[in-house]
């Protein structure tokens, strides 16, 4: 089965620096879905990404997937106090109607 | 917003009960899928219904069952309760049964 580790479990930004966190897959990614959860909510969907070398961006978030699939990162520039949540990880499967196996997640404290 | 709606949001329950949650998935999509969030952990997969059918299931015993309804409306059970099944329970929706999910708020269920 597939197994996703993110870096770092949890980290706190000065407001106004830039952060990067890890998903590290042990198997290729067929699609990467980064989503933000806020303490006890649901996810809200930022980014998919699936082809290798692939980099989006939304506001001051980018996402990118290496050339051999099997690890992504997410980067914030200028951080706000909006940004603090948790941001997690998932890898599809496609073979099994797209179920999503998440990473454990990355805490994210934002300092004003 | 997503237009995924989850009820009830807070659940208490004692050990040996039965729980039934429900989910509502957003305007066109016909998929939902069902997620278990231990504190401090990622998602992990339930089951996925597509159409009304069971189109994949996770690492999870029998005793979480689901149904999902002609208005792609879902409902998860779990029968006989256990304290590790106190989590937040997340559902997302989908318009086809491989594309992007999309998360509702949560139940947060406890159980003592």
């Known amino acids: 089965s597939q197994e996703l580790e993110q870096s770092p479990q949890s980290l706190i930004v000065q407001e106004g620096k830039n952060l990067t966190i890890n998903c590290t897959s042990s198997k290729t990614l067929y699609g990467l879905y980064w989503y933000k959860q806020k303490y006890g909510e649901g996810l809200i969907f930022l980014m998919m990404l699936q082809k290798g070398g692939e980099e989006k961006s939304h506001e001051k978030i980018t996402a990118k997937l290496d050339e051999k699939k099997q690890q992504s990162s997410l980067h914030i520039t200028a951080s706000q106090p909006s940004h603090a949540g948790i941001y997690l990880c998932g890898a599809a499967d496609v073979a099994a109607g797209n179920k999503l196996t998440f990473g454990g997640g990355t805490r994210v404290l934002v300092k004003p | 917003e997503t237009g995924v709606t989850q009820s009830p949001t807070h659940l208490i329950k004692t050990r040996g009960q039965q729980v039934t949650l429900r989910c509502s998935s957003q305007s066109g999509h016909n998929t939902v899928s069902w997620y278990q969030q231990a504190l401090g952990q990622g998602p992990q997969f339930i089951f996925q219904?597509?159409?009304?059918?069971?189109?994949g299931r996770g690492n999870f015993p029998p005793r979480f069952s689901g149904l999902q309804f002609p208005n792609y409306s879902s409902e998860l059970n779990v029968n006989a309760l256990e304290l590790d099944d106190s989590a937040l329970y997340l559902c997302?929706?989908?318009?086809?049964?491989?594309?992007?999910?999309?998360f509702g708020p949560g139940t947060r269920l406890t159980v003592l």
């Open positions: 219904y597509y159409r009304e059918e069971e189109n």
């Open positions: 997302a929706s989908s318009r086809v049964a491989g594309g992007t999910q999309y």
